[in-house]
């Protein structure tokens, strides 16, 4: 693990927000042609159920995911599933702190930054008028379908968590239900405060399903069990569809509500 300190910008507002979209960037060694229509779209009816193609050119395909109807006040339509073109891949945004994060691939991270200079983007919208559970396995469903489109790719990264993993393990998964976004589209980051025996361990990610992510503050643990529980404990909290958690206490964790999208787990306190 590296010794960089890093210092945490509390007024920074350009991180991921509470339903924004889920934006997927699937990184190539080489470039890469988008897939036929035809193709695309009998994929996607494959994972995602009925499916309208309603956009298809040289620059995206957009796809209306016909069983999953996002509700307004004034009215209501399918979610949209976007595909864009490939395009060069620069890498620029991925800086020292966020590739500290990306624990699934420490071993291939760099490789796969230095590797791959091409890249294609796919996103939904309107989801986030779903219901966390719908729009969460959607969501899954979309990731395995563009797994399936594009067998060259090297690896999936996803902005809303700041998650890199390799396209191998994506399409080899045994996961199921709702399980799998936890898998794609939660991260649980650690960090060792300067100059204490403190740690911390935070998900991200579960904002974009409006739901609270987690944030435990420690010290003398096994910092392993501690992420073992923030991904029980975040699949819980999706599985329900609420904030249960916050019910059941235990002598050394403290439950408190930072603010709407944070539970904040406080451990080796007596209560």
């Known amino acids: 693990?590296?010794?960089?300190?890093?210092?945490?910008?509390?007024?920074?507002?350009?991180?991921?927000?509470?339903?924004?979209?889920?934006?997927?960037?699937?990184l190539f060694k080489e470039p890469v042609d988008m897939p036929d229509k035809e193709k695309m779209t009998a994929v996607m009816e494959k994972h995602i159920g009925s499916t309208e193609c309603f956009c298809y050119d040289k620059k995206m395909a957009g796809f209306a995911a016909l069983d999953h109807i996002a509700e307004f006040q004034d009215g209501k339509c399918p979610v949209q599933l976007m595909v864009?073109?490939?395009?060069?891949?620069?890498?620029?945004?991925?800086?020292?702190?966020?590739?500290?994060?990306?624990?699934?691939?420490?071993?291939?991270?760099?490789?796969?930054?230095?590797?791959?200079?091409?890249?294609?983007?796919?996103?939904?919208?309107?989801?986030?008028?779903?219901?966390?559970?719908?729009?969460?396995?959607?969501?899954?469903?979309?990731?395995?379908?563009?797994?399936?489109?594009?067998?060259?790719?090297?690896?999936?990264?996803?902005?809303?968590?700041?998650?890199?993993?390799?396209?191998?393990?994506?399409?080899?998964?045994?996961?199921?239900?709702?399980?799998?976004?936890?898998?794609?589209?939660?991260?649980?980051?650690?960090?060792?405060?300067?100059?204490?025996e403190d740690m911390l361990i935070d998900t991200v990610g579960m904002n974009t399903l409006f739901l609270p992510d987690l944030q435990y503050h420690f010290h003398g643990m096994d910092p392993n069990w501690v992420v073992n529980h923030a991904y029980n404990a975040a699949s819980y909290i999706l599985e329900h569809d609420n904030h249960q958690i916050m019910g059941r206490k235990r002598k050394d964790i403290l439950f408190s509500f930072l603010d709407h999208t944070i539970i904040r787990i406080i451990m080796g306190r007596s209560i």
């Open 1 to 26: 693990m590296s010794n960089q300190v890093f210092r945490q910008n509390l007024d920074d507002k350009k991180g991921p927000q509470p339903g924004g979209p889920y934006l997927i960037q699937m």
């Open 84 to 196: 864009m073109k490939c395009d060069k891949f620069k890498g620029k945004g991925f800086d020292a702190f966020l590739m500290s994060q990306m624990w699934d691939c420490q071993e291939d991270r760099e490789r796969i930054f230095r590797e791959c200079r091409y890249q294609v983007v796919a996103t939904d919208m309107l989801a986030a008028a779903l219901p966390a559970l719908e729009r969460a396995n959607l969501d899954a469903d979309f990731v395995e379908a563009l797994a399936e489109l594009y067998p060259t790719c090297e690896a999936f990264y996803f902005q809303n968590c700041g998650k890199l993993l390799l396209a191998e393990d994506v399409r080899s998964h045994q996961i199921e239900g709702s399980d799998r976004f936890i898998r794609f589209g939660v991260n649980v980051r650690f960090f060792n405060i300067e100059g204490t």
